[in-house]
Nanobody, 111 residues
Framework: QVQLVESGGGLVQPGGSLRLSCTAS????????VGWYRQAPGKQRELVAS???????TYVDSVKGRFTISRDNVKNTVDLQMNSLKPEDTAVYYC?????WGQGTQVTVSS
């Protein structure tokens, strides 16, 4: 069964950092585009960052310079390093590839 699992969410103060990780079963990340999305309460899900099979990365403007998406081909994981977190980054974060979604991990930025 194809499955994605996110981890690493939590509560952090503004200005803090978190590192999210997405692991996969029966999918090889290095062969596909992988995206990190987020959905805040009352808002549409948005693409935050993506990485292609050629390791090209894209970011939504609101996280440029603060978030970094990376892939570990040995571990078959895709991580999202989030620095300088702001309250508006609060959301459930999901990874997605090949139309498959993980269950999400909650990120809350609050003092």
């Amino acid at each position: 069964q194809v499955q994605l699992v996110e981890s690493g969410g939590g509560l952090v103060q503004p200005g803090g950092s978190l590192r999210l990780s997405c692991t996969a079963s029966r999918i090889i990340f290095s062969m596909n585009m992988v995206g990190w999305y987020r959905q805040a309460p009352g808002k549409q899900r948005e693409l935050v960052a993506s990485i292609t099979s050629a390791a090209r990365t894209t970011y939504v403007d609101s996280v440029k310079g603060r978030f970094t998406i990376s892939r570990d081909n040995v571990k078959n994981t895709v991580d999202l390093q989030m620095n300088s977190l702001k309250p508006e980054d609060t959301a459930v974060y999901y990874c997605q590839t090949l139309g498959v979604w993980g269950q999400g991990t909650q990120v809350t930025v609050s003092s």
